[in-house]
């Protein structure tokens, strides 16, 4: 059964950050559907349902993941930070920064230079 959906915007009934992310079953269905088909769009709006709807975070990383290996290049930069932030992986944290930074986004550029900051710090030497 599909959940209802959230109400529409209007100048009388606002609705909270969250409910724009809102997705009913069907909606979320057919976006999964394009995004296990190559979808870079639909991957990455299902990792913000999860990020502020749902607050999956294992289905917010998957879908982060496909969005980034799509080409997304805002779910490559998020991918980034949540690894740097999340101390995880850095030089896989780097390698999606990289990415999205050579599309054109500056604040990957920056970033970067961040993270690669962190990598050198770890083994010890100066960035």
């Known amino acids: 059964m599909d959940k209802p959906d959230a109400a529409p915007a209007s100048s009388s009934s606002p609705i909270s950050g969250a409910q ?3 997705l009913t ?3 979320r269905a057919e976006l999964i559907t394009k995004a296990e088909a190559g979808d870079a769009e639909a991957a990455f709006r299902l990792s913000l349902y999860y990020t502020f709807t749902s607050s999956d975070d294992v ?3 998957r879908w982060l993941t496909i ?3 799509a080409g997304h290049v805002v779910a490559q930069h998020n991918l ?3 690894l740097y ?3 995880k992986d850095l030089a896989e944290a780097a390698h999606w920064a990289a990415e999205s930074s050579k599309s054109g986004n500056a ?3 920056d ?3 961040e993270i690669e900051a962190a990598r050198a710090k770890a083994r010890g030497s100066r960035p």
Do not use: H, N, P, V
Request: glycine share 12%; net charge neutral; charged share 25%.
């Open 67 to 69: 969005a980034a290996k």
């Open 111 to 113: 970033l970067l230079k």
């Open 80 to 82: 980034a930070y949540d």
């Open 59 to 61: 289905q917010r990383i």
């Open 25 to 27: 079953d069907a909606q």
């Open 107 to 109: 604040e990957a550029g």
């Open 20 to 22: 724009s992310y809102a």
């Open 85 to 87: 932030m999340g101390g």
